[in-house]
């Protein structure tokens, strides 16, 4: 039985929305965490590659049958041949999110959260009430079919984690919705075995492959079989849709590899929003397009976030002020912890995609020296001309 009323009510019990209610629910505020899946976390729409352990282990604890592979390195495949090998030893890991967000979300649950789902919000409310006492409502529709029950509670804060779809917060007019040209589609097919090697993320990028966006091949050494995907921009000029793409391509890398399943999805890869929060209202994760638009990995960025959020809504509460003004300093917070690092990363991915075969071939040889001298500035010097070539065209670059 809900209760009326609820301090924070947070929608989608994903990574960023688990994560902004249980820190809330510590900070001893009454949190309903609603999901509208049966089944948390599931089916799984991703390639799994997250952030390094001791950053994850700061939501934690993490059970240990979450984590599949410590990765120790990335592997790129470029363009005409030029490869760049990357070492670096718990550089990230790769999850087992079928087990993951269910864990997140039961760490919030034992903390304090109201967690139900089969819960759908299915709409948020203007605000109501005045001065301390103003809310929002939240219409609710639980379980389905001739079972469905529609319920309202009233909330002094609202966190919508809803992910890419994002439709609470375009009811609400926040400009979420997805553009073509910002939106990368991917699939992830997963595949018997480990296809390459056991602890490195794999990437082939680049003209020779698919050059508004990538393949990967993320292994999962405990359950002994690699997420192999792609994705590209939606809007691009392709002939084939992306599963087909995805499908040729782990055919031409990995003849005769057996599939147990094949997922796909939306990722948005415009950088953050301008602006994702109202009065009393607030985007996390990929709702306020949190992702970064070089990787498409949003995972780490929602869980960020849902922190960032849950201490200043915290703050608001205790003051007994969430306007939308007030809110910026939570979107401030996002921008200097991960926010202008997306900046520059949706500037070079666009940087990458403009350049010609040749130019590109010639940048990953730059950054291929730079990568085999174990990333000492130095190696630049070795390629002096080439190296200021790009920085000068780089900054040059508007998009
Ligand atoms: C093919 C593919 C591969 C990817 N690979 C990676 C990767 O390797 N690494 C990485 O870091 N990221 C990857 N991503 C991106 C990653 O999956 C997302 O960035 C991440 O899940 C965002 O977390 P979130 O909490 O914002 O949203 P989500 O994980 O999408 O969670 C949102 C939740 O809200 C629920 N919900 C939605 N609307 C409502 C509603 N009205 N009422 C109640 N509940 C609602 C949904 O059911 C869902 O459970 C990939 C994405 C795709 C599509």
Not at 153 to 165: D, F, L, P, T
Request: net charge positive.
């Amino acid at each position: 039985m809900l209760r009326e009323q609820y301090d924070v009510v947070v929608i989608g019990a994903g990574p960023g929305g688990s994560v902004a209610a249980r820190e809330l629910a510590q900070k001893g505020w009454t949190v309903l965490l609603l999901e509208k899946r049966e089944r948390i976390g599931y089916p799984v729409r991703c390639g799994e590659a997250s952030t390094n352990l001791s950053d994850l282990e700061s939501y934690g604890p993490i059970d240990e049958d979450c984590i599949e592979t410590i990765i120790n390195g990335i592997y790129i495949y470029g363009p005409n041949g030029v490869n760049i090998e990357v070492p670096k030893p718990g550089t990230g890991i790769m999850l087992n999110r079928e087990k993951f967000d269910p864990m997140l979300a039961h760490l919030a649950e034992n903390d304090g959260v109201e967690l139900v789902t089969l819960a759908r919000v299915d709409s948020v409310g203007g605000i109501e009430g005045k001065g301390s006492g103003e809310f929002r409502t939240v219409r609710i529709v639980e379980g389905n079919g001739p079972t469905e029950k529609v319920s309202e509670v009233r909330a002094k804060m609202v966190i919508s984690a809803e992910g890419v779809e994002a439709r609470i917060g375009r009811s609400l007019g926040i400009p979420c919705l997805q553009k073509p040209t910002m939106t990368c589609t991917g699939v992830d097919i997963q595949v018997e075995g480990l296809l390459t090697k056991p602890d490195y993320l794999t990437f082939w990028q680049g003209h020779d492959f698919i050059n508004d966006g990538y393949i990967w091949s993320f292994p999962k050494q405990k359950s002994n079989v690699t997420n192999f995907g792609a994705g590209f921009l939606f809007g691009g000029k392709h002939q084939k849709n992306i599963l087909e793409t995805t499908q040729e391509w782990l055919d031409k890398l990995f003849p005769g590899s057996k599939v147990n399943k094949v997922v796909g999805g939306l990722v948005p890869v415009s950088s953050t929003l301008q602006s994702y929060t109202l009065d009393r209202f607030a985007l996390v994760g990929d709702a306020a397009h949190h992702t970064n638009p070089l990787t498409g990995g949003g995972i780490a960025a929602a869980m960020r976030a849902g922190r960032y959020c849950a201490n200043t809504v915290h703050q608001g509460l205790e003051r007994g002020e969430l306007s939308a003004a007030f809110l910026k300093t939570y979107e401030k917070e996002c921008y200097k912890r991960f926010g202008k690092t997306h900046d520059f990363e949706f500037k070079f991915r666009k940087f990458l995609l403009h350049l010609n075969r040749e130019e590109q071939v010639g940048l990953y040889k730059v950054l291929q020296g730079f990568a085999l001298s174990g990333y000492k500035k130095t190696a630049f010097l070795k390629t002096p001309i080439q190296t200021a070539k790009y920085l000068a065209k780089f900054a040059k670059f508007k998009g």
